[in-house]
């Protein structure tokens, strides 16, 4: 089974500019979640999609939004980016077991984002 | 505010010996509990979890411990190998009976093998 795959994997961008990143989950698998990592805050949570709806969202400003598709890939938006946004944007996916939503997140290989 | 936290960001061990990377959480209302492995240039690689009605909960060479006492979580790894040479995270679900949503990682722990 195929592993959680992001696109593109590496991207420069300039300030001002918007940028759009994909993530294909596993296959079965209804739920995305996004994940900013920077050295200096860590792994932060940004959002959650599950069949098409954002379920829950970190404390991120409006400029990063988010979608989920019906086939449950979804897509991050950062617009007016600013320097700070360099980071490595992660995406997990989460699927249901005969009890619920498991808890278990599979992560892609990310992508790796720098504003200049 | 409410975070997860690691005590040691970088750990040294010899090739062979037991590794424990700890970790401390101050939401006592978290119920799950995970730990992950991160190498250069990946994504986060699932570990081990474990339930807060748990108190310890082995895999395969690695065994993960909650004190929910004194809120803290620690991972044992058994006979330490080149290939467990990672940053490890811990990670908690600060909502009780949620799914896969907004998952509070701690700093990590950079485990450095020792040949």
């Known amino acids: 089974k195929a592993g959680v795959t992001q696109t593109p994997r590496y991207l420069i961008k300039t300030r001002g500019q918007q940028v759009t990143l994909s993530c294909s989950p596993i296959?079965?698998?209804?739920?995305v979640s996004w994940y900013q990592q920077t050295p200096g805050q860590g792994l932060q949570f940004l959002f959650e999609?599950?069949?098409?709806?954002?379920?829950n969202k970190g404390n991120f400003p409006g400029r990063f939004s988010g979608r989920q598709f019906s086939n449950s890939r979804s897509e991050m938006n950062v617009s007016t980016l600013e320097l700070g946004d360099s980071a490595l944007y992660l995406c997990a996916s989460s699927m249901f077991t005969a009890t619920g939503l498991s808890y278990e997140q599979y992560f892609g290989p990310g992508t790796r984002l720098t504003v200049t | 505010g409410e975070s997860v936290g690691l005590h040691l960001p970088t750990l040294s061990v010899q090739e062979g010996d037991n590794s424990i990377i700890n970790c401390a959480y101050s939401n006592s209302a978290s119920d799950y509990f995970i730990w992950y492995k991160q190498e250069s240039g990946k994504g986060p690689q699932f570990i081990i979890d474990?339930?807060?009605?748990?108190d310890k909960r082995q895999g395969q060479r690695v065994t993960v411990l909650l004190n929910k006492t004194v809120k803290h979580l620690s991972l044992q790894i058994a006979a330490t190998q080149p290939g467990d040479s990672a940053v490890y995270f811990c990670a908690e679900n600060p909502r009780s009976g949620g799914g896969a949503d907004g998952l509070t990682f701690g700093k990590g722990t950079h485990l450095i093998i020792q040949p």
């Open positions: 296959s079965g698998h209804r739920s």
């Open positions: 999609y599950f069949s098409e709806t954002q379920r």
């Open positions: 474990i339930r807060s009605n748990m």
